[in-house]
């Protein structure tokens, strides 16, 4: 999701409109944001998992979610997210004859120097544990009956999975998701916290992303802003 490069003074005009409280919070949430993972959901048709899963992406400070929509549109659920899809950015990916989902979601991804991995116990797939985040990462995950496609499977750089000792062989997906991200924030963030993190031009974005969305007319404070400051 791209946005303007905001003006330092606007951000410190639109600031004015925030109480103390709130921008405390949202500096110490930028502080420890990341967009070094990202996760991708693949036609997951029962809402209150995707938001469960976007829910757990905030907690741990994953900026962004992909989500590929085949056969089923997700839709938010406010009750599960409590709040979260206000704070991350959702990136959508529809398919169609001319444009396959998987394949602008996978090619976008690539382009932003991500490998992409699906998750399954099936086939070639090594432990969560026992991948290396060197480079950023996005983990793919599929809906709760079929999981991943083949498709995502055959397009993924790698498959990885959390072992288990039970007599099921999955977990609900939003705690998949946690396991996962769990794991792989504590190896990056003990060897190189340094390119983890957003970078300052990154935290401004999201500053004024986060300042939009709760300033109220914000259009109108903006309007008045540029009309002040010519």
């Known amino acids: 999701m791209g946005i303007e490069k905001p003006d ?5 005009y639109l600031s004015d409109y925030i109480t103390d409280h709130k921008k405390a919070k949202m500096e110490e949430v930028l502080a420890l944001r990341s967009r070094y993972f990202t996760v991708v959901l ?3 048709y ?4 995707a938001s469960a899963v976007i829910r757990t992406c905030d ?3 994953i900026q962004d979610i992909h989500i590929i929509e085949k056969a089923t549109s997700y839709h938010i659920n406010p009750y599960v997210t409590r709040g979260a899809a206000q704070w991350v950015d959702l990136h ?5 004859a001319e444009n396959p989902a998987v394949d602008a979601c996978f090619d976008g991804l690539r382009e932003k120097g991500y490998k992409i991995y699906a998750t399954s116990p099936h086939g070639k797939s090594i432990p969560i544990s026992e991948l290396n985040p060197s480079e950023k990462i996005a983990l793919v995950f599929g809906n709760e009956h079929a999981g991943v496609s083949d498709e995502v499977i055959e397009k993924s750089d790698g ?6 000792t039970g007599f099921t ?12 991200l769990y794991d792989l924030k504590q190896k990056i963030t003990k060897t190189h916290p340094d390119i983890y993190y957003l970078s300052e031009e990154e935290k401004d974005l999201l500053r004024f992303q986060w300042y939009k969305g709760v300033v109220k007319n914000v259009d109108i404070h903006i309007k008045q802003f540029y009309a002040d400051n010519p």
């Open 169 to 180: 062989e999955s977990f609900n997906i939003s705690v998949s998701a946690s396991i996962c």
């Open 8 to 12: 330092k003074a606007l951000l410190a």
């Open 92 to 96: 959508r990916y529809e398919d169609s």
């Open 42 to 44: 693949e036609d997951i």
């Open 46 to 49: 029962k809402p209150h998992n």
């Open 59 to 61: 907690c741990f400070g």
């Open 159 to 164: 498959v990885v999975h959390i072992p288990m």
